[in-house]
Nanobody
Framework: QVQLVESGGGLVQPGGSLRLSCVDS????????MDWYRQAPGKQRELVAT???????NYADSVKGRFTISRDNAKNTVYLQMTSLKPEDTAVYYC???????????????WGQGTQVTVSS
């Protein structure tokens, strides 16, 4: 079964940094748009960052200038570098692979299991 596996979450003090990683076991990683979402307790899931297959990126206003999304197609991995972390960044972070059509087949969106990020002193 094709999976996304996140890692890199944890507890960090305000102002600190973390790097999240997400490995895609699928065969078409390089053609998929990849996203990071997050969900804080009692809040709706929020799109944090997106990177297309061509490397174009987009960010939520709340993280612009602090977070950087990147990808390594040779490793089937997408990253989220988070700096200047704030308590309001505390959430479960999810990696997703967007739906796509490739070589005549449809691939639906898939989600990882999530990784907890807690920003607290």
């Amino acid at each position: 079964q094709v999976q996304l596996v996140e890692s890199g979450g944890g507890l960090v003090q305000p102002g600190g940094s973390l790097r999240l990683s997400c490995v895609d076991s699928g065969a078409i990683f390089k053609v998929r748009t990849m996203d990071w979402y997050r969900q804080a307790p009692g809040k709706q899931r929020e799109l944090v960052a997106t990177i297309t297959s061509g490397g174009s990126t987009n960010y939520a206003d709340s993280v612009k200038g602090r977070f950087t999304i990147s990808r390594d197609n040779a490793k089937n991995t997408v990253y989220l570098q988070m700096t200047s972390l704030k308590p309001e960044d505390t959430a479960v972070y999810y990696c997703t692979a967007g739906e796509t059509y490739y070589s005549g087949s449809y691939y639906s969106r898939k989600w990882g299991q999530g990784t907890q990020v807690t920003v607290s002193s």
